[in-house]
RNA sequence: GCGCUCAUGGCUCAGCUGGAUAGAGCAUCGGUUUGCGGUACCGAAGGUCACAGGUUCGAAUCCUGUUGGGCGUACCA
């Protein structure tokens, strides 16, 4: 349901029926409860042009306002703002059929497109470190989001399996045999060390190296085995973290740099086509209009570029896909390369004028002293490291509290651990660089994932203590529960805004005002003591379940999940 | 040099198309319990929104400039 929609059509309707035109009708929330719900400020810029008082246009608007179904009251206040009630029992209705509805209220858009989102997109040749955590975790939950909003998302983790290093990768690892070598990838770092070793000890073996590049882009069958091979094992690793991660990202999504490779002669042509290609320095370049440095697509030496895979995988993306969005949720610090090449993308055609194009920047993680990221050595800190240690942390945290079995104790770990990492990236708007700081982010006081799994664990408490049916008629009775129901009721319209802004904050920030206030209203209002009314304690278990079901899908979306017990 | 971006209480962050007295959490100080999970809840104190102009009925938000930080600047990805 989507409530300020709503609300705007009763405004509509209030202003039609004074004959007073607006632009731009919508309603926004009121800062403060003595303002009411919602309010309109849309009047004040109207009193210039028609040289009134605003008060006294507001004044009309208001009185044509109907007042006899969602909205309870209106009044005009300050200079002109137009201040709305919404009516308790209209909201009772609307937040029972919100509790009833598997999907909590949030409808299908009647008019899904296909979406594709670019994210994760480790390099073989390296390990994952905590750069690649907010591009998968981002990325998964945008993904989540617009899928259960409705659009088509078509997943693609754009993996780097080509380049001149892996000439290197595939001999060394001929060199020590498959079983060893598999065995030795699962530490990339010391891998590729160790390759690196012998390619500068070595002649010959570098010889060998350099000729495996070779091979490999001429088909070569034997390096071409090997090649894949060396990328399933280190694709292997990558999934390992996923799973860990608890991230939607199966081999089916991957679609790797070099599946592009045939098409960048293409991607040249058509730009030479369009008239668009120029060379300068030896190079074939696309200048913009306004920009400095053109856009390089094929190097002196014939070589493609990165940006030459990624106007293919535009095209692609585009034509044989379909998508109307393509989003790359990609490091801040490539903002000028995105910009450059989805001008290119739009201006010479290969992607057409209806897709919305978008990278989806974020910033850097920096450790407590607002250094980036890394070990104490200086090195980047590897994501099966911290990982691990999130869970061992959690671990730590909860395992004072009650009796668990192992297996118990580590599934909890787990799901609590991995959840605070994932919260804490997703709670920072992801423009801004963001501190990495484990105390706070596994604390069970603030905006934390804890927090709110802790808040739900206490709600299927109050059901286990119960332990019978549950109405499902929610009836508002007090202040503090129209507050709550009101902003249960605002889910959709959070959810929905989050998709267009790309923000997931905006849903972390969401929640914990949920869980905020829900933790307000128990302290407030007995449930389960003895003197209260069955038909409120009733209403009461209702609105709690309620709660509890917003909490869990707000946090499904974001890829954390919740438990009964903690 | 040019371009992008950021600057909000001691710290970490919100602040939606400009809207009413700029909101949270941590830390600090104080309070709440015959305990529906106190790992909770309530309250207090704490901000010239970097600075200076401008636009507007109204600016943390838009424009210009200044200062300070981060990043990017043609054949890496």
Redesign the pocket.
């Known amino acids: 349901m989507k409530l300020k929609e709503q609300i705007n059509l009763y405004i509509e309707d209030a202003l039609a029926n004074a004959s007073i035109k607006v632009e ?1 009708i ?1 309603v ?5 409860p003595e ?2 719900d919602y ?1 309109f ?1 849309g009047i ?2 109207l ?2 042009t028609l040289k009134r008082n605003p008060r006294e246009i507001a004044a009309e608007v208001v009185s044509c306002i109907d007042t006899s179904g969602l909205i309870t009251k209106a009044e005009v ?3 002109g ?1 137009i ?1 709305l009630w919404l009516n308790d029992s209209w909201m009772s209705e609307a937040a029972g059929r919100m509790l009833a509805d598997p999907r909590v209220g949030v409808e299908k858009k009647p008019y899904p497109i296909k979406v594709v989102i670019d994210y994760s997109g480790p ?1 073989m040749a390296k390990e994952m470190h905590v750069g690649h955590l907010r591009s998968t975790i981002i990325g998964d939950t945008l993904s989540n989001l617009l899928s259960f909003l409705g659009d088509e998302v078509i997943r693609q983790n754009h993996i ?1 399996d ?2 001149t290093q892996f000439g290197m990768l595939i001999a060394y690892l001929e060199e020590i045999g498959l079983e060893t070598g598999s065995k030795n990838l699962k530490d990339l770092e010391q891998f590729y060390k160790s390759a690196k070793r012998r390619f500068d000890e070595d002649a010959a073996f570098a010889d060998k190296a350099r000729e495996y590049v070779v091979k490999i882009q001429s088909g070569d069958p034997h390096c071409l085995k090997l090649w894949k091979k060396f990328i399933d094992i280190s694709l292997g690793h990558c999934e390992e973290i996923y799973d860990k991660l608890d991230v939607n990202l199966g081999r089916e999504d991957v679609r790797a ?1 070099s599946f592009y490779n045939e098409k960048l002669p293409e991607v040249i042509k058509a730009l030479e086509e369009k008239g668009h290609l120029q060379v ?4 074939k ?1 696309v200048f913009l209009e306004g920009e ?3 856009l ?1 697509v094929q ?3 014939g ?4 940006a030459t ?1 990624d106007l293919a995988a535009l095209w692609f993306r585009a034509e044989a896909l379909g998508a109307k969005r393509i989003s790359y949720v990609v490091d ?6 995105f910009k450059q090449v989805f001008r290119v993308a739009k201006e010479s055609g290969l992607v057409g004028e209806d897709v919305l194009l978008e990278h989806i920047a974020f910033g ?1 993680m ?1 450790d407590k002293g ?1 250094k ?1 990221f890394k070990t104490r050595d200086g090195s980047t800190v590897k994501l099966v490291d911290l990982l691990d240690e999130a869970v061992i942390r959690a671990k730590e ?2 395992k ?3 009796e668990y079995s192992p297996a118990e104790l580590e599934n909890l770990a787990r799901i609590v651990g991995i959840g605070a990492v994932k919260y804490a990236d997703l ?3 992801r ?5 990495f ?1 484990w105390e ?1 982010m596994l ?5 934390t994932s804890l ?1 709110q799994q ?1 808040a739900y ?2 709600i ?3 059901f286990r ?1 119960y332990d019978g049916e549950i109405g499902q008629t929610i009836v508002v009775g007090n202040e503090i529960e129209h507050r709550l129901v009101l902003l249960l009721l605002r889910f959709s319209d959070v959810l929905e ?1 989050a998709a267009k802004d790309a ?1 997931p ?2 849903i972390t ?1 969401y929640l ?1 005002d949920v869980t ?1 206030l829900f ?2 209203f ?2 407030q ?5 003895e003197h209260v009314e069955e038909s409120v304690r009733q209403s009461r278990l209702a609105l709690s379940a309620l709660t509890a079901n917003v909490i869990r899908q707000g946090l499904s979306i974001l890829g954390i999940g919740v438990v ?3």
Do not use: V
């Open positions: 731009n919508s926004s929330e009121a800062g403060k303002f009411g309010q400020n004040m810029p009193a210039k206040a300050g200079p703002f201040n390099n780097g080509w380049g740099e300068s320095e030896g190079a370049c400095e440095i053109p390089i190097k002196g030496d070589g493609y570029l990165y895979t801040a610090r490539q903002a000028g390369h850097t920096m607002g980036p945290a909860i004072a509290k009650e709670s920072i708007h423009e801004s660089n963001y501190i700081d706070k604390s069970l006081e603030g905006n927090y802790y664990a206490r299927m408490s109050i203590k805004r923000a904050h905006q920030s914990y905020t933790m307000r128990y302290e209002n007995p449930i389960l003591r009964e017990r903690l």
